[in-house]
């Protein structure tokens, strides 16, 4: 059997969020680490969407259904509501139309889940701020110059662009993730005080 | 220690399959075929490696394409340890994507080929001559239907997999319709579910170079001194342009020129692609029967998964098998975006399926020549394969935890 493998701190409020037995896309699934745990653990059906061929192998090797794409060209080949739930754990930021893949998520998924590090942090704002310095953290962990990176935001704004995506907020889990995820989670004042953030969104 | 130097390359391990020779079956009763016409006796040419399971658990058939045969891999008797060895070593052999210290892997000629099972060249018990063009037409169903009688006889009666690529891939595609409760898993390997009109217009030149070489005689050319040497040789170059991208073949031959640095102004084969191109096809026909090309090529032009159905969506249900599927970037005779629309068909009726397009500047033949980046997606594809069929549950889907 594959071994249990380590999930980031968002997986893990992620994974605590499908149901048993749910029908799970993941956008961007990496190594289908969190898919293979869900199908372990909740008995979900799962399939995944990857762009890299390294991380599609270690897909095969978990067993995990897998599909090639671009998630900037849509998920045109997925028919309408087919999913109870998709993820998009840590890849919003890096997409180049973000707007496209949360529409197609809302249509594709009944709920969807987005997690993303959030730019409205306070050592962000800092580094910047007082600094002067484009902000490396341990939640953006890449200099200015060669970060897939190109679509920060923050929890304000991004409440925002789900208003305007159509999207109806059902739970938001702000939190700052540690070291080998003990993540703690973060009630007052999240868009300064947390790093990293999961929200729960369906079709209005 | 440095890992790299531990890693073990499998597919770089040449002819480790070892010596394999070719058997053959006679099929009992009758062979129906798709036009409906009905031939007896008819004769397989298969190889097999590895061992069978008690349980008839781990056997994989793989399928060749317009020109391959049953030596899959390795070694045939009484070869030289240097000799080319089958046409798929890099895949097939222990430690390989389809080990076979792991798994029983049969592959057979197919059906209207010319490396031993019957086909055109076949002596026609009623005639006592071959067959010539007067052979039934065949298609990749009657293909997969005497694969289907091979491993009755064999005594596998359920696939672990079926893997195929180009025509191959056809064929594993068919099995899994055909027959959805004997195949377990499926790796489509740079092929289609059915031609588009480009490869089936590149299929027609080919045969009618070789239909309209006057040493073809309409298909009776066997034992005679004049042979379809220039109408096959003809057509296994334009094949052969059609296998190749635009970028592998200016990597190989630019426009150099073979002999002398200058032009000749004349007709004579000049360029390297030219002198290539002309040696492909002479080595092609001392191997090859022109009849089993008409009729390899009019095979895959008829083969549509969709057949008579609505849509591919609607042809495919009932089918259970899991699939890879692979395309390869460069592949323009059997493109990426053919394998997505059976990708996006095989999701839509729940099956699981994995899809991956391999970056390769080879063109369609990247299936031959690619082996580390198949490897490592058919290898776990195959071995999970097996932990399925093994487990106490049988060959359904893992039982959630």
Redesign the interface.
């Known amino acids: 059997m594959t071994p249990r493998d380590l999930l980031r701190a968002d997986q893990r409020f992620i994974a605590d969020l499908v149901p048993q037995g749910a029908r799970v896309l993941d956008l961007g699934c990496g190594d289908g680490a969190l898919l293979a745990r869900l199908?372990?653990?909740?008995?979900?059906m799962v399939?995944g969407v990857e762009i890299d061929?390294?991380n599609?192998?270690r897909?095969?090797?978990r067993?995990v259904?897998?599909?090639?794409g671009d998630l900037d060209e849509g998920l045109a080949?997925?028919?309408d509501g087919r999913f109870d739930v998709v993820i998009l754990s840590q890849t919003l930021q890096v997409v180049k139309r973000p707007r496209l893949v949360l529409t197609e998520m809302l249509r594709v998924g009944e709920r969807s889940v987005v997690s993303f590090p959030n730019f409205g942090h306070w050592r962000v704002r800092a580094a910047l701020a007082l600094r002067g310095r484009m902000p490396v953290s341990e939640a953006i962990p890449y200099s200015w110059y060669d970060t897939p990176n190109i679509h920060h935001t923050t929890l304000t704004d991004f409440r925002d662009f789900c208003a305007d995506c159509g999207a109806v907020i059902e739970q938001e889990i702000a939190f700052v993730g540690g070291e080998h995820g003990r993540a703690r989670v973060v009630r007052w004042a999240p868009n300064l005080r947390a790093d990293e953030a999961v929200f729960v969104l369906r079709r209005r | 220690m440095d890992s790299t130097d531990t890693v073990r390359r499998p597919w770089e391990e040449t002819a480790s399959a070892g010596v394999s020779a070719t058997k053959t079956l006679v099929l009992d009763g009758a062979l129906t075929f798709a036009s409906g016409r009905t031939i007896t006796g008819v004769e397989v040419a298969y190889e097999t490696w590895g061992r069978l399971h008690d349980d008839g658990s781990n056997a994989v058939l793989v399928c060749h394409a317009l020109s391959g045969d049953s030596h899959l891999a390795g070694l045939r008797p009484g070869e030289d340890p240097g000799a080319a060895p089958g046409w798929w070593d890099v895949m097939v052999g222990p430690g390989k994507a389809i080990d076979t210290e792991r798994y029983f892997v049969v592959c057979c000629n197919v059906l209207g080929g010319c490396s031993g099972t019957t086909g055109p060249s076949s002596i026609d018990p009623a005639t006592g001559a071959p067959w010539g063009l007067r052979f039934p037409l065949v298609t990749i169903e009657d293909m997969v239907d005497v694969q289907a009688r091979l491993l009755q006889a064999l005594d596998v009666h359920r696939l672990l997999a079926v893997v195929g690529g180009s025509m191959g891939g056809m064929q594993a595609l068919a099995w899994a319709k055909r027959y959805p409760d004997r195949v377990g898993s499926v790796v489509a390997d740079a092929t289609t579910w059915r031609l588009g009109a480009q490869a089936i217009a590149f299929n027609e030149v080919g045969r009618r170079a070789i239909l309209e070489d006057p040493g073809f005689a309409d298909g009776d050319y066997y034992g005679k001194e004049t042979q379809p040497e220039s109408g096959l040789g003809i057509a296994r170059m334009i094949g052969h342009i059609t296998y190749l991208s635009d970028e592998s073949m200016h990597k190989k031959f630019g426009r150099r020129l073979q002999a002398s640095a200058d032009y000749a102004y004349d007709f004579v084969s000049e360029f390297q692609v030219e002198s290539y191109l002309a040696y492909q096809g002479a080595r092609f026909v001392e191997r090859f029967d022109a009849n089993t090309y008409l009729y390899m090529t009019k095979a895959m032009d008829y083969f549509d998964l969709q057949g008579g159905a609505p849509s591919l969506v609607e042809a495919l249900r009932g089918v259970k098998a899991?699939f890879?599927v692979l395309s390869f970037s460069s592949d323009w005779l059997f493109p990426t975006a053919r394998s997505?629309e059976l990708?996006?068909a095989l999701?839509?009726i729940g099956t699981?399926?994995?899809?991956?397009?391999?970056?390769s500047a080879y063109g369609h033949d990247a299936f031959l020549l690619e082996p580390e980046?198949q490897h490592?997606?058919i290898a776990?594809?195959l071995s999970?394969a097996l932990?399925?069929a093994e487990a106490p549950t049988g060959g359904g889907p893992?039982d959630?935890?």
């Open positions: 199908r372990d653990e909740r008995g979900a399939r061929l390294a599609i192998a897909c095969v090797e067993d259904p897998v599909y090639q080949d997925v028919p | 899991r890879l997505r990708v996006a999701r839509e699981e399926v994995t899809f991956a397009e391999i970056p980046a490592r997606l776990p594809f999970n932990r399925r893992v959630p935890a």
